[in-house]
């Protein structure tokens, strides 16, 4: 198996137009950033393995990926995970697909401008932001799963939550799914798990878990967050937390779903990135 894997590594991401735009697309923003990959190393790990037939198996399996990287003087590891499957024909033939995560099941209609006012509870206690706490979090979770938290198949707002609370944001809204903040008793509020609703979350709470917002990326410390639409829909769908700055100050995030960390803000490498994607910037706290 690990030969057929080794002899098949160029296919796997050179033999079709989305693994070469993806490809180009992450050396051109490299380019940008007047930054160079100088060594690229990993691994690959099994994890399902189903006999279709005597000559035909579907193996499922992630590589983990790191990015050696130099930016003038300031070097840096970035790292990804990306989940495959492919069709073993026999020994001599292998057809390789990336399992590309699937659309969220709850998006707009749970949570949007009109809801805000719903979300203001009295008596919350302001809160102190730890961002070395939060970020730590981030570092430790990134490619792993907390078993105190629920783990959810598009995780990327379960995870930017889990690390915003150990940076000591307080929980506000149990036991009411559309209000609030909160994840208790293997329940979770809408914004605690839902991108688009932690989006609007954060631009409106003026309680417990605050935010504000800023026009660009470089004014974010480490543990801010960023909101990405994509498609530029007004759909959100993916949240990151800021875990380090590159040479020229802008944020590199940790994140989950495509387990990620220390990636360049802009998600332009991302196979779900589109030219019309649109950003928010929020900073932690107030």
Known sequence: MRELFMKTWKAIFFDSSREMDWWNRKLELMNQRHAQILEISGYGKVYRLLNLSRSRRHVEYMIHLSYFIRQGSHYYIEEEILPFKAILHGSDRIEHSLLLPPAPAESQSLFSPETTAQLNNSHTRSFEYN???????????????NP???????????????????????????????????????????????????????????????????????????GDVICYDFEGDGKWNHNTIVTAKDAQGEPLVNAHTTNSRHRYWSYEDSYAWTPKCQYKFFKIGK
Request: hydrophobic share 35%; with cysteine; net charge positive.
């Open 131 to 145: 961002r070395r706490k939060a970020v730590q979090y981030a570092e430790r979770w990134w490619n792993d799963y």
């Open 148 to 222: 105190a938290f629920p783990k959810f198949e598009v995780d990327c707002t379960n995870f930017v939550s889990q690390c915003l609370y150990a940076g000591n944001a307080p929980m506000r809204g149990y036991p009411d799914r559309s209000r609030g903040w909160w994840c208790k008793n293997n329940n979770w509020s809408y914004s605690w798990s839902v991108a688009h609703a932690l989006r609007w979350y954060l631009s409106s709470s003026d309680q417990g878990l605050t935010a504000k917002e800023v026009t660009s990326a470089n004014k974010l410390s480490l």
